[in-house]
């Protein structure tokens, strides 16, 4: 075909599809199709104001500053202002040791840029992370070929693959 006959036959196609719409829209209005009911009648009911039996915690670091301050604001729990606390020291319960919490996944490394990015496993999520980064509390010393060096609350501890 050329493109005359397409451009015909083309235009004979929107032509009927519009066709068929309009028809359908007029149909639907002269088939006699019920109008929209009548608004009811609804009885007034007083409105009763229920107090909240929740409480919101703001003690998590702002997302958009590069170095958060730890330390969380006055929250209210209970009713009672809670004490200050840095963000890592909920991190872990007193019996856990990090080493059984995170688990090296893999190391991804730039010969030409000499860096290293390495994928660990914390509590379940994965993270791309550098060295000199923090990510939950822990701090991302050092990266080598098949382990990390990680400092969590001053102490050090090394993750092996």
Same mark, same amino acid.
């Given at each position: 075909?050329n493109n005359?006959?397409?451009? &015909? +036959?083309? +235009?004979?196609?929107?032509?009927?599809?519009?066709?068929?719409?309009i028809?359908? $829209? #007029?149909?639907?209005l002269?088939?006699?199709?019920?109008s =929209?009911?009548? =608004?009811?009648? #609804?009885?007034? !009911?007083?409105? #009763?104001?229920?107090?909240d039996?929740?409480?919101? !915690?703001?003690? &998590? @670091?702002? =997302?958009?500053l %590069?170095?958060?301050?730890?330390?969380?604001?006055?929250? $209210?729990? !209970?009713?009672? @202002?809670a004490? *200050?606390?840095?963000?890592?020291?909920?991190?872990? @319960? =007193?019996? %856990?040791? @990090?080493?059984?919490?995170?688990q090296?996944t893999? +190391?991804i490394g !730039?010969p030409?840029k000499?860096?290293?990015? *390495?994928? +660990?496993?914390?509590?379940?999520?994965? &993270?791309?992370?550098?060295?000199?980064?923090?990510?939950?509390?822990?701090? #991302?010393e050092?990266?080598?070929?098949?382990?990390?060096? $990680?400092?969590?609350?001053?102490?050090?501890?090394?993750?092996?693959?």
């Amino acid at each position: 075909m050329n493109n005359k006959n397409v451009k &015909y +036959i083309l +235009i004979v196609a929107v032509v009927a599809v519009w066709a068929t719409i309009i028809y359908r $829209i #007029v149909g639907h209005l002269s088939s006699g199709a019920s109008s =929209p009911r009548p =608004p009811v009648a #609804v009885s007034q !009911n007083q409105l #009763v104001m229920v107090s909240d039996t929740f409480t919101l !915690n703001a003690d &998590y @670091p702002d =997302p958009f500053l %590069e170095e958060a301050d730890t330390t969380a604001g006055d929250t $209210i729990l !209970n009713g009672k @202002p809670a004490q *200050a606390r840095s963000a890592g020291d909920q991190l872990l @319960p =007193p019996m %856990e040791s @990090p080493t059984s919490i995170i688990q090296l996944t893999g +190391i991804i490394g !730039n010969p030409q840029k000499k860096s290293r990015v *390495a994928i +660990i496993d914390l509590r379940g999520k994965e &993270y791309l992370v550098r060295e000199k980064e923090k990510i939950e509390g822990f701090y #991302v010393e050092k990266i080598t070929k098949n382990s990390i060096h $990680i400092l969590y609350k001053g102490e050090p501890y090394t993750i092996v693959k």
